[in-house]
Each structure stands twice: as structure tokens, then as C-alpha cells.
């Protein structure tokens, strides 16, 4: 994987099967960016990286993932969220899910909110394993990212 500088993570081995983080519900990623902190990316384009590096499963091998990358100008991501990105619905036998393939989007980051955060959606059932990295990066990574 390429250096990742830790202002730039929203989540580093977020595994699926600890705790209620594999429910079939929306959930924040355990970190969210500070773009103050992260040398004011605003106005830029950079590159949001999710990669799995163990396999999402379920008990009934139907469960399903979505992303959502929202700015704030504060940290409670509620009523003045933005929605900058929301990924397809991932299935959990799909590439990204099975670690075979990344998710590797540009994004524009928007001036006057300060705050960064990634939010993943299960669907129909809760995931019993499975495990991402989800960071910015300030330039494209080469295609064959891996863990």
C-alpha cells in the first residue's frame, strides 16, 4: 500500500465482525478528517481509496455494502451535511468485497466545511467478516493498490 499519512484515514483494518460494526445498519467509519489538520485540502481534488483486505462475509452470503463520503462544518455529520460521493451497492461476492478490486474515486473537497467523513451502509443482513482501509490520498495510486 502507499504511505498513507494518518490525517488522512477514516479507517485503518475496520473489521466488520467486532462488535456492532457488521449490523445491518448505517455506521460512521472510526475516524473522521479534519481538514484544518490535514493542511486545508479544500478546493482540491483528491482521491478517496477504499480496499478491503479480508473478505466481506455474511451467515446468508446476501449481505451488501454502501458508501457515503459527507462534509460538515462541524463533527456531528447531521443536518448541515453534504453529500459529496455515495459508492453503488457493493454485494458481498462482488470484487471490491473479496478484496480482488478497489474502490479509487477523485473527489473535490468543498471550501467552508472543515470536516470529512465516510459512512458505510449494510444491507440485508449483517456481515460476519470483512475488513477495509478507506483513506484520502493526494494523488492517484497505481491500480494494483493492495494491503
Known amino acids: 500500500m502507499a504511505f498513507v499519512d494518518s490525517d488522512l484515514q477514516f479507517a485503518d483494518a475496520l473489521d466488520l ?10 455506521h460512521d467509519c472510526t475516524n473522521y ?18 480496499v478491503f483486505t479480508t473478505a466481506m462475509g455474511s451467515k446468508e452470503e446476501d449481505a451488501t455494502i454502501t458508501f457515503d463520503l459527507e462534509a460538515d462544518a462541524d463533527t ?3 443536518s ?10 457493493l454485494a458481498e461476492a462482488g470484487d471490491v468485497c473479496q478484496g480482488t478490486d478497489v474502490i479509487q474515486v ?7 466545511l472543515r470536516y470529512l467523513n465516510l459512512e ?28
Do not use: E
Not at 18 to 25: H, L
Not at 34 to 44: E, S, V
Not at 106 to 112: L, N
Open 106 to 112: 477523485p473527489i473535490s473537497v468543498p471550501s467552508g
Open 76 to 78: 456531528t455529520f447531521s
Open 17 to 26: 465482525s467486532s462488535g456492532t460494526n457488521g449490523t445491518a445498519a448505517a
Open 33 to 50: 478528517i479534519d481538514l484544518q489538520a490535514a493542511n486545508r485540502l479544500a478546493g482540491r481534488v483528491v482521491y478517496l481509496n477504499i
Open 80 to 89: 448541515g451535511a453534504v453529500n459529496i460521493w455515495s459508492s453503488q451497492t
Open 120 to 147: 458505510y451502509t449494510i444491507g440485508n443482513h449483517a456481515a460476519t467478516a470483512g475488513v477495509f482501509d478507506a483513506y484520502i490520498t493526494l494523488d492517484a495510486q497505481s491500480a494494483n493498490v493492495t494491503a
